[in-house]
DNA sequence: ACAGCTACCGTAAGCGTTTACGATGCTATA
DNA sequence: TATAGCATCGTAAACGCTTACGGTAGCTGT
């Protein structure tokens, strides 16, 4: 005899009096209680987990789906460990617990979310590294389970997400280099369909018609999430007839590429080229000139992260009575000296090289 | 009525074959098996996972701990989704999963991982961050549950491991810098009872000794794992009435920092201190000088890590008969330029700063 | 003395699968 | 034709827990 069963039996009472006095219900005697908690501690149990969920209809776990084929080859990245962080302490806080799904680098998402979210291992998900048609909001819609999404699907609607504000970040860069003068701007984006590089990049083109400056496809590249991809970006640019004065990078660690490639050719990041991260890594903290970049309070997120899937999960509405959740999580700027410098008349002909 | 017994009314079959037809088990004409996976397809069913545990009596779910409070404030790290990735290639070849156990910043290591093991959550689990006295691997000795250490606790045995070889790292890299005439010698470790630091500075004086270099405490230093660190013990060593003309980093980010206060200082990395950093990271491949360091395939680290703790569980032992497994994972070493440079006539006398 | 309460506890039916065991019908063999 | 063997399937117990329901005992107030 295992389990529950076991420790009734040693104690003489039904294991309905045993699961009640573990689960800390009402009707149950304080002595009795309390004697079960000691022959618990005392014989080491445990409640099985998978007959609990069985039982209960529930397995107070919720996953998070990381895409390993985005994060793991890349450059450094502690994003996902932050955030972890900050969903956790607002889970434990309502008995719940943090998995994290690593989707491998080879496999499909789709699929891959399929096997676990059908199965009922979760009582709801995170999704992250969302497309701009994004299929596995249909599957948890469809499969009718509760989920929030760390960015958004174009393609959907109707479900709960937070996404970073790209769009606001990228008025403010604009508005300071045009202000300083700039009207060559470079951008990268990121490689794949993200969802957030479309708007990116909408949010761009939309700041250059403001300004009345003509959209250039050629000062527009589409990168992965490495520091070289920087390098190969202004080593490109610099063969331009027309070079940009300044250039956006979606991944902020592409800066130190970027930094590299304009002093081989005898530039000055800042000064002969003005340069602007979107998000903060800690791995470019060091750069001189500092980076002109926005900010980002990973455990803020996750704490928001985490409210939000609660709130998605039926039994935490009275908790969480609006289910309906759709923030955009601000960024905040850190002027750096990145983009101090105007396009002035001590900077180098850049377009000779 | 749901679930199998849904299938099987609709099918007009017991749930038996229902079952062992999903299964993929022998007893089952070709013809229901196909009929029973069409239905299953048709109304998109899927088993419960919580059902199944109970019933198997195992989850085909391997848990990896990681440790936030060492990971996620820290700088950047894609370490773990790295090693992720390959446990992943090799466990669904065996239909086991992973999901990764992030335990919160502020949590107990141990209890944390009580919570999850003794639950039967997982039916082998990977620890990682081992530190010198390690009761986790107690805990789970004791529970009789699965698993396997990435990195070893000095006050337990007859557990399955796999470490980084530090010891031929260290030598090596000793052996190079008093092979330049290096005779003073810095050395960075990890804070926190971590137990490849003791590895590490065991080493290190190990070597001292055998080069009859006598060992200073005074260039001893415990960090964390951020460039800031780098910066503050050459800020430190910069004091010293007789500086060390080489240093060796635990956590190779650190080298940002030396190279930076380096430079401050008027100093030039590999020219007038000699640095070798361990473990090569994304982050600082673009360090001029390049890094003397020490590269670690995570990949292939991460499919040794699948494969060893698929030994430890029973079932499998038809295919990893030998589970008694403690490995010493080598590191090859990628030779930088910054420790190119022996400490010469030409070198600053930085004893004066 | 009796109804009505409360506090506490036991009983047993689930939860959705798996699987040992036995039953059935059919084929091949003697 | 009898029988063994095989392919196929149904039956039902088991996995370990939760929980609705009912029962008992003691206590209260009239």
């Given at each position: 005899?295992?389990?529950?069963?076991r420790?009734?039996?040693e104690?003489?009472?039904?294991?309905?009096?045993v699961?009640r006095a573990?689960?800390?219900?009402?009707?149950?005697?304080?002595?009795?209680?309390q004697?079960?908690?000691?022959?618990?501690?005392r014989?080491?149990?445990?409640p099985?987990?998978?007959?609990?969920?069985?039982?209960?209809g529930?397995?107070?776990?919720?996953?998070?789906?990381?895409?390993?084929?985005?994060?793991?080859a890349?450059?450094?990245?502690n994003f996902?460990?932050?955030?972890?962080?900050?969903?956790?302490?607002?889970?434990t806080?309502?008995?719940?617990?943090?998995?994290?799904?690593?989707?491998?680098?080879?496999?499909?998402h789709?699929?891959?979310?399929?096997?676990?979210?059908?199965r009922g291992?979760f009582?709801?998900?995170?999704?992250?590294?969302?497309?701009?048609?994004?299929?596995?909001?249909?599957?948890?819609?469809?499969?009718?389970?509760?989920?929030?999404?760390?960015?958004?699907?174009?393609?959907?609607?109707?479900?709960?997400?937070?996404?970073?504000?790209?769009?606001?970040s990228?008025?403010t860069?604009?508005?300071?280099?045009?202000?300083?003068?700039?009207?060559?701007?470079?951008?990268?984006?990121?490689?794949g369909?993200?969802?957030?590089?479309?708007?990116?990049?909408?949010?761009?083109?939309?700041?250059?018609?403001?300004?009345?400056?003509s959209?250039?496809?050629?000062l527009?590249y589409?990168?992965?999430r490495?520091?070289?991809s920087?390098?190969?970006v202004?080593?490109?640019?610099l063969?331009?007839?027309?070079?940009?004065?300044?250039?956006?990078l979606?991944?902020?660690?592409?800066?130190?590429?970027?930094?590299?490639?304009?002093?081989?050719?005898?530039?000055?990041?800042?000064?002969?080229?003005?340069?602007?991260?979107?998000r903060?890594?800690?791995?470019?903290?060091?750069?001189?000139?500092?980076?002109?970049?926005?900010?980002?309070?990973l455990g803020?997120?996750g704490?928001?992260?985490?409210?939000?899937?609660?709130?998605q999960?039926?039994?935490?509405?009275?908790?969480?009575p609006?289910?309906?959740?759709?923030?955009i999580?601000?960024?905040e700027?850190?002027p750096?000296?990145?983009?101090?410098f105007?396009?002035?008349i001590?900077?180098?002909?850049?377009?000779?090289s």
């Amino acid at each position: 005899m295992r389990g529950i069963a076991r420790l009734a039996k040693e104690l003489g009472i039904s294991t309905g009096t045993v699961s009640r006095a573990l689960n800390g219900k009402p009707d149950v005697n304080a002595d009795t209680r309390q004697r079960v908690l000691d022959a618990a501690r005392r014989i080491g149990y445990a409640p099985n987990q998978a007959a609990r969920s069985l039982a209960q209809g529930q397995t107070s776990a919720v996953g998070f789906m990381v895409d390993l084929e985005r994060e793991s080859a890349t450059s450094s990245d502690n994003f996902f460990m932050g955030v972890f962080d900050g969903v956790q302490s607002v889970l434990t806080e309502f008995g719940m617990d943090l998995l994290v799904m690593p989707c491998p680098s080879g496999q499909d998402h789709y699929s891959y979310l399929e096997r676990f979210a059908t199965r009922g291992v979760f009582d709801a998900v995170i999704l992250a590294s969302m497309q701009y048609n994004d299929r596995r909001v249909g599957l948890l819609q469809a499969a009718n389970i509760p989920f929030v999404a760390l960015g958004r699907s174009s393609m959907h609607s109707d479900y709960a997400w937070i996404d970073l504000d790209f769009v606001t970040s990228m008025v403010t860069a604009m508005e300071r280099l045009v202000g300083l003068g700039h009207r060559r701007i470079a951008i990268t984006c990121p490689k794949g369909d993200f969802n957030f590089g479309h708007i990116f990049l909408d949010t761009y083109k939309q700041e250059l018609a403001r300004y009345n400056i003509s959209y250039d496809e050629n000062l527009v590249y589409y990168v992965s999430r490495t520091e070289v991809s920087g390098y190969d970006v202004v080593d490109d640019l610099l063969k331009n007839d027309d070079p940009p004065t300044a250039i956006l990078l979606i991944y902020e660690l592409a800066a130190i590429g970027v930094y590299r490639r304009l002093r081989e050719a005898g530039l000055e990041p800042g000064k002969d080229m003005a340069v602007i991260g979107f998000r903060d890594d800690p791995a470019i903290q060091f750069l001189e000139p500092s980076l002109t970049c926005f900010e980002l309070e990973l455990g803020g997120l996750g704490r928001k992260l985490g409210e939000a899937v609660l709130a998605q999960i039926p039994r935490f509405q009275n908790h969480f009575p609006d289910s309906h959740i759709e923030i955009i999580q601000p960024m905040e700027l850190r002027p750096g000296d990145s983009d101090a410098f105007p396009p002035g008349i001590d900077q180098k002909i850049i377009r000779s090289s």
